[in-house]
């Protein structure tokens, strides 16, 4: 997979960078039965119609496609029909044909290709796209889409590019690496897919023009220096000023914002996590 750089013909294009997909995806239609109607919702509370979640409305019209987080379909072999688009996450899915005749949607490993048989296995052998738990995982492999809870389907690990690599198996639970640099211990019987998962140059994607955020539905973001001090606590002052603030940057509701810790002190899954995630260096 390459990246493709449009020439500058016009303003949109210009600077413009995107994943190269030809001859990786394919075209057809997704699978009639695996998508679902979306609904948007502008970033609207369902309760109050108030505005909840900002810069959000708009964007093309997209169905919702069923994936498969569970894989629960146990010592059945399926093999991959197509590669396609999923407007709905940054990565690639993967349609699955299983012995039963049975179609599934499931997130796409980087490598994986149309015609390569996979199966969800406790006596698989580790290699692409299978799915097993983590005690039957060697050490030093790297997986995906893996468990928090036995059984709950797979909730980390999904975005494109991403992977956790297995460190060790210690007392029932396997130490995983995870992208943030955190390690963490999570149960062996939970479970993970092997392989890092597709479209890893998305991260190196620019979008070229605010008209391409629009189609995502991701509406315009105003800096809160340009506001006014009604609209926000960085707002005001004679021409261009810093922020100001004595204990830093903070949110239109005034809460601290940019690097300030959000997770409880005292959150029960804290005894889990050997390791922090990697911290950003302070320029000097």
Not at 254 to 261: D, E, L, N
Request: net charge positive; hydrophobic share 30%; aromatic share 4%.
């Amino acid at each position: 997979m390459s990246l493709k750089i449009l020439k500058p013909n016009s303003p949109g294009s210009r600077n413009t960078v995107l994943v190269n997909t030809k001859g990786l995806l394919d075209k057809n239609n997704p699978e009639k039965r695996l998508t679902r109607k979306k609904s948007n919702t502008g970033g609207r509370s369902h309760a109050s119609g108030r505005i909840t979640t900002r810069h959000k409305g708009g964007g093309v019209k997209k169905k919702y496609r069923v994936v498969d987080f569970r894989r629960d379909k146990i010592d059945v072999p399926a093999k991959v029909e197509t590669i396609e688009y999923d407007p709905n996450r940054t990565c690639f899915i993967a349609l699955l044909l299983y012995a039963d005749g049975e179609r599934r949607y499931i997130i796409a490993p980087k490598g994986l290709k149309k015609g390569d048989a996979v199966i969800r296995s406790e006596k698989a052998p580790a290699t692409l796209g299978n799915r097993l738990s983590l005690k039957n995982v060697p050490p030093g492999s790297f997986v995906h889409d893996v468990e928090l809870y036995p059984g709950g389907g797979g909730v980390i690990v999904r975005a494109a590019g991403s992977t956790a690599q297995v460190m060790s198996h210690d007392g029932g639970y396997a130490q995983l690496k995870l992208p943030s640099g955190e390690i963490r211990l999570i149960r062996e019987t939970c479970l993970g897919t092997i392989g890092q998962v597709s479209n890893v140059e998305h991260n190196l994607e620019n979008l070229g023009k605010a008209g391409r955020s629009r189609w995502m539905g991701i509406r315009p973001t105003v800096r809160g220096s340009a506001m006014n001090p009604v609209d926000h606590p960085h707002g005001g002052g004679e021409g261009r000023a810093p922020i100001g603030l004595r204990k830093g940057p903070k949110t239109p509701w005034g809460k601290p914002a940019r690097g300030v810790k959000t997770r409880r002190k005292k959150k029960p899954s804290s005894r889990f996590i050997l390791q922090g995630r990697k911290k950003k260096k302070k320029k000097k």
